[in-house]
């Protein structure tokens, strides 16, 4: 597999705390072997995904759709339990299809298994895992439907289900695509003992030819030629079908540093477009999703 790497031609100098006060070639070193790995990784997922490949930049993650959706999210994602209180339709014959008019059949999820899924996640993302503590929410009507999905190629059309939630003035838009019929990112393990270098991201922007990406995150206020100060850049790996986005930093901890964080930016050229791989960043190889500016 060939890997590009491109390292942004100018370094951003920044500030930050409690970081080597010493440029650490050894992190950047370990930041390179982890998107080699990365993208090593994915590659092999890719090679064996059915074809053509449906690889949604965002996951199949659910959509809340109606008015002021994003107030109901906790009410609904985060430790309520989720029940079908109707009996569903036996969905149809359904298929995935691209923009430039090609398509492949899928075997579509059932409510149930989609209306489960919701329920399992949500539950576990609460400390304990109690089912049903914090509340229950009703399925009192599921509509058997298509949704629009990003993705590497382009939009998707793709089966999902449409819930109807009872006293929540929202439904949600569930994708009903198994996991043998997408590409996610194949999960990594996270050890405490030996965390992932790099700095996380916290959004990415990219110009309409995928070009050039600015890349915002949280550091602190000066560069490294100060006391608690960082310089702080980007850097890119690509395989053929994926692209890695580092972010790294050196760091000057003289002096008594404060554990306060500023809003930051780099910004990257890139050698060649992003269009058309899957962005993963550098850390643990999740999906990037990157916004147009």
């Not at 920044?14 to 072997?33: E, I, P, Q």
């Not at 009996?87 to 923009?99: D, F, Q, V």
């Amino acid at each position: 597999m060939r890997l590009v790497s491109v390292l942004v031609g100018a370094m951003l100098a920044l500030a930050g705390c409690g970081l080597s006060s010493v440029f650490d070639g050894g992190a950047d070193t370990r930041m390179r072997k982890q998107a080699d790995d990365i993208l090593a990784r994915w590659e092999a997922a890719y090679a064996t995904a059915k074809k053509p490949v449906f690889a949604p930049t965002g996951g199949l993650a659910p959509q809340l759709v109606g008015e002021n959706p994003m107030y109901y999210e906790k009410s609904i994602w985060y430790g309520q339990d989720m029940v079908l209180d109707v009996s569903a339709p036996t969905p149809g014959p359904a298929e995935l299809r691209w923009p430039d008019g090609s398509s492949r059949p899928v075997v579509p999820l059932a409510a149930a298994t989609v209306v489960n899924a919701i329920s399992q996640k949500s539950v576990s993302s609460v400390a304990g895992g109690c089912k049903g503590c914090e509340g229950t929410v009703h399925v009192t009507g599921a509509r058997f439907t298509t949704m629009s999905l990003d993705a590497v190629d382009g939009p998707v059309t793709a089966p999902a289900w449409e819930l109807t939630l009872a006293d929540i003035p929202v439904r949600a838009l569930v994708p009903a695509v198994g996991p043998a019929d997408a590409l996610v990112v194949p999960a990594t393990s996270w050890d405490p003992y030996n965390t992932p270098a790099g700095l996380p991201m916290e959004k990415v922007t990219s110009t309409s030819d995928g070009r050039t990406l600015t890349i915002s995150f949280t550091g602190a206020r000066d560069g490294a030629d100060k006391p608690c100060g960082a310089d702080y850049w980007a850097e890119a790996v690509f395989s053929e079908h994926a692209m890695v986005l580092m972010l790294h930093t050196r760091a000057n901890t003289s002096g008594a540093c404060t554990a306060i964080g500023y809003s930051r930016q780099v910004t990257l050229d890139l050698p060649q477009s992003f269009i058309g791989r899957m962005v993963l960043e550098g850390q643990q190889g999740y999906p990037v999703v990157v916004t147009p500016q």
